[in-house]
């Protein structure tokens, strides 16, 4: 299972971006699939994560501002980020837990940055 991620970059403080991550391989199906970030010289967190069948849960610290989606189709989920701040700067990674073996596989990261 590979999991690619996009959208990352350099943002000014209350701007928005969105990160997508594409999950391949041979796998059945997925549970979830969902957001972690590590800030530097921080524990990597969780973010966002969305179930198969719709639900989301997020991070208090992102509460109204990042929105979770996902397409099951296209074995993608995207992450809008609004009203970036300072303290969002972290690289994100993605995750997918796929079922039935409900193993979690993750991608590579990709670096946000919020900077004036």
């Known amino acids: 299972v590979q999991l690619q991620a996009s959208g990352g970059g350099l943002v000014q403080p209350g701007g928005s971006l969105r990160l997508s991550c594409v999950a391949s391989?041979?796998?059945?199906?997925?549970?979830?699939m969902g957001w972690y970030r590590q800030a530097p010289g921080k524990e990597r967190e969780l973010v966002a994560y969305?179930?198969?069948?719709?639900?989301?849960n997020y991070a208090d610290s992102v509460k109204g501002r990042f929105t979770i989606t996902r397409d099951n189709a296209k074995n993608t989920v995207n992450l809008q980020m609004n009203n970036l701040k300072v303290e969002d700067t972290a690289v994100y990674f993605c995750?997918?837990?796929?079922?039935?073996?409900?193993?979690?596989?993750w991608g590579q990261g990709t670096l946000v940055t919020v900077s004036s």
């Open positions: 995750s997918v837990r796929i079922v039935p073996s409900f193993t979690d596989y």
């Open positions: 969305i179930i198969n069948g719709g639900s989301a």
């Open positions: 391989g041979n796998f059945f199906s997925w549970n979830r």
